[in-house]
Nanobody, 127 residues
């Protein structure tokens, strides 16, 4: 089992920044990568960004490219999401998740490719 704890959410005005953090504990030796998803009220959970430890490759949703940056520390089993130029449309609960080992690139965006999830942290962007 892996436990994930997110932090760093909050309320910010449009154009502002927030930094989310996620720490993994438990059976972390097999973690292949970690990512962030978000879910707004009445909407499906959507992919935001992921980092694979091997090679440090990062992947982003088109909606956040150029504004969000994912980073991580494999040794510490932590991942962070720096969010800049926030927009009201970014308002959602943000979830940290562990990528299933061996997931190929087309599967990176699919929540079914992640098998452990945090409890979520609320991000609210006011206009």
């Amino acid at each position: 089992q892996v436990q994930l704890v997110e932090s760093g959410g909050g309320l910010v005005q449009a154009g502002g920044s927030l930094r989310l953090s996620c720490a993994a504990s438990g059976r972390t030796f097999f973690i292949y990568g970690m990512g962030w998803f978000r879910q707004a009220p009445g909407k499906e959970r959507e992919f935001v960004a992921t980092i694979r430890w091997s090679g440090g490759n990062t992947y982003y949703a088109d909606s956040v490219k150029g504004r969000f940056t994912i980073s991580g520390d494999k040794a510490k089993n932590t991942v962070e999401l720096q969010m800049n130029s926030l927009e009201p449309e970014d308002t959602a609960v943000y979830y940290c998740a562990v990528l299933v080992p061996g997931t190929r690139i087309p599967g990176i965006h699919d929540p079914r490719s992640y098998d452990y999830w945090g409890q979520g942290t609320q991000v609210t962007v006011s206009s």
